[in-house]
Structures are given as structure tokens and as C-alpha cells.
């Protein structure tokens, strides 16, 4: 193939190998059971100033292709080709991709600062929250225990630990960014774990069994089997 022999393809193909890899990457960082939505927005946020920093490269008069692993390799194979006018054509293509990257994920950017809040409620000026939040959120900064315990737990166990009498907006407010999806990943899951117990080889199965596979295989609750098999009489009724 004459195209393994052009060193401009070549470069071309490197290129979209290397920033395919930091795309996968930032998806498998997005995946995954109890991510909270602050967690995922700070790896979107890093991906989007790698970004600037892969334009900043690519874009010099002598690129520097560190982080393009496999570029670097086409580059140093062929050079005596002038492949580094390709460089500026790679900079403006991740210019596009930062600005398509901006676009998708702009609701994230409306709520950050909900999110700086929750996520580093002692670190935040109390003056710029909101007025049904100022006043816990001054009784929080001001308890050192809480402040520990902030710090020992994660966001979850934090925010359920908290007394209910004491911070019942603070309370509400976490529940409300919890329950926020950051990705699809748990649905994608329960769809996966669907399709492959509703198959045609199952012909007894029925919604309820279905839904009870699907409660069973997505839940965080462990049955204790124990008690369980202690409440039969016997294990086996046909016996």
C-alpha cells in the first residue's frame, strides 16, 4: 500500500491514534458506580486544559510532541520530510475539538460554583452562596469536627452524617447534587444487564422476573443469605 509509505498519511494516522488514546482515557475516567458529578466534571475540566496545552505544542514553530507518542515516533522515522507543516494543520483540528468540547458539556458550567460548594463547602466564601445556604454554611466552617470529618470521609458520607436539626438546607442542597447524573454509564449498565437476560432461549421470562433481575444486579444492598436460609423450613420445597 503506497500509504504506509507516505510519511504526511502516516503523520495523519499517528495523530489520530494519539488523541483517540486521550479520548479514551477521559471516557473510561467518566465510567464507573457512585461517581459524583463534581468528581466527573474535574476530569472534563483537566481534559479541556490538556487541550490548550496540546494546541499551545502543536501550534510553535518547533512543535513538541510529548504527549503524541506516536507522532513523535513518525516524525523522528521520516526526517527529512517536512511533516512539521502537518503540525499547525493538528493544532487547529484540536482548537475544534476544545470548542466542540466547550459546547457539549456548558451545562456543567452554569452550576460550578453549586458544585465548588458542595464539594469544598470550608474552602468557599460564604458571602456568594445562596442566602438559604449562608447561615449553616457559616455554623459549618466554624466546627472543626465537621471540618475533620470532611476531610477523613468521602462527600457521600459526609453530607449523610450531617445532623439534620443543625443543617437541614446544607442536607437538601447535597441531595439535590447528588442526585445529578454526570454520565449515562449506570443506565448503559441496567441496559446491557437487560439484553442479555431477555433473550430468546428464556421463553418463561416474565416483566416481574425481569425487573426483579435488574433490582437485584444494579443494587448496592447485600441480602443477608444467612437469615434467609434459616427463616425456610427446608431449602428445597419440591424435596
Known amino acids: 500500500m503506497e500509504e504506509l509509505f507516505d510519511p504526511v498519511w502516516l503523520a495523519n494516522l499517528a495523530f489520530l491514534v494519539d488523541i483517540t488514546k486521550h479520548l479514551n482515557v477521559l471516557n473510561v475516567n467518566l465510567q464507573g458506580k457512585d461517581a459524583v458529578v463534581t468528581q466527573l466534571y474535574a476530569h472534563i475540566k483537566a481534559f479541556g486544559t490538556k487541550l490548550q496545552l496540546f494546541q499551545r505544542h502543536l ?3 518547533e512543535p513538541c510532541t510529548p504527549h503524541f507518542p506516536a507522532l ?4 523522528d522515522s521520516f526526517p527529512r520530510d517536512n ?4 503540525m499547525k494543520s493538528y493544532a487547529t483540528a484540536i482548537a475544534s475539538l476544545s470548542v466542540e468540547f466547550n459546547k457539549r458539556f456548558r451545562d ?13 463547602p470550608f474552602s468557599v466564601d460564604h458571602n456568594g452562596a445562596p442566602p438559604q445556604l449562608q447561615l449553616e ?7 472543626d469536627e465537621c ?9 457521600v458520607d459526609f453530607y ?3 445532623d439534620k436539626n443543625r443543617f437541614p438546607e446544607m442536607r437538601s442542597f447535597a441531595k439535590k447534587m447528588l442526585s445529578l447524573f454526570g454520565s449515562t454509564y449506570l443506565c448503559e449498565q441496567t441496559f446491557s444487564v437487560m439484553n442479555f437476560n431477555k433473550n430468546r432461549l428464556r421463553s418463561r421470562m416474565s416483566d416481574s422476573h425481569l425487573r426483579d433481575i435488574l433490582r437485584i444486579t444494579t443494587t448496592v444492598l447485600k441480602p ?9 423450613s427446608q431449602y428445597h420445597p419440591s424435596h
Open 59 to 61: 501550534s510553535q514553530t
Open 72 to 75: 513523535k515516533e513518525v516524525s
Open 83 to 86: 511533516i512539521g507543516a502537518q
Open 108 to 120: 456543567f458550567a452554569v452550576i460550578e460554583k453549586d458544585m465548588l460548594l458542595f464539594s469544598s
Open 137 to 143: 454554611l457559616i455554623e459549618l466552617q466554624c466546627d
Open 147 to 155: 471540618r475533620g470529618k470532611h476531610q477523613q470521609c468521602s462527600l
Open 160 to 162: 449523610r452524617q450531617l
Open 224 to 232: 443477608d443469605l444467612d437469615s434467609l436460609l434459616i427463616s425456610r
